[in-house]
């Protein structure tokens, strides 16, 4: 049975084959990094056909994170061809077997609110102006290096979580290249490992780059080597957006 979103004991346990250890591996480290950053973290899956793909929200970068990776066979489970269901990060993780390329999807839970609203499916388009991979990387690290500057400026009395959140809202909105796309969503796809040089299996065509900017309706999807960040220009009213 297909399981719903949040829905506790909606699907039996079920186990999915990856392509390969490759793909395994890749999601087991995707995992342990939104792990990092919440050690309660929970994810969307939604299988279909032969696709797999991981919905996470890390928190303080106010986007949402997505992780792909190839199935070695056509989800099936009785008459049900899709899976849709919100499960703990770490007993996903914990349920991943690299050797053997598969994992046993675990018991869903009840979801946060932003897993009921997701990117749409459909409807994108591709967004001029979005600097190359190697530009983005240092783009980045002049911004984790005013942060720095910028904080240990201080004084003492006035380095208070309020002043560091108002410095890094600053830094962290910033566009990148006029896109609307803010800087922040380029900071969370390298600190959840999605901009290191793409591996076999990763690789780019010839002639197109790496990283690429799509929007659909309220929503920016950066797509890089290893996931795509999504983050929305508008609130949870706003049109394009999908609750599924």
Known sequence: MTGTPGAPGAHSTTALHLADEGEAADLAAFLGRLIHYDRAAAVRLQVSGTALAVFGRPPSFEVLAIRTARLA????????????????????????DEPAATLAVPQSVTGPPWAGVLPPRGGWQ??????????????????????????????????????????????????????GLPVRAAHAAQALGFLRPAGPGRQVAPGESPLALYSSGAWLRLRAPYGSIAVRRAGFGALGVSVR
């Open 126 to 179: 591709q967004v001029p102006g979005l600097p190359e991979l190697d530009a983005v990387r240092a783009m980045l690290s002049m911004a984790v290096a005013e942060f720095r500057s910028r904080t240990e400026e201080l004084a003492p009395e006035d380095r208070t979580r309020g002043e560091l959140d108002r410095i890094g809202r600053e830094i962290w909105s910033r566009e990148i290249g006029g896109t």
């Open 73 to 96: 066979k056509p989800y099936e489970n009785g008459l049900d061809v899709t899976l849709d269901v919100t499960v703990s990060a770490g007993e996903l993780l914990e349920s991943i």
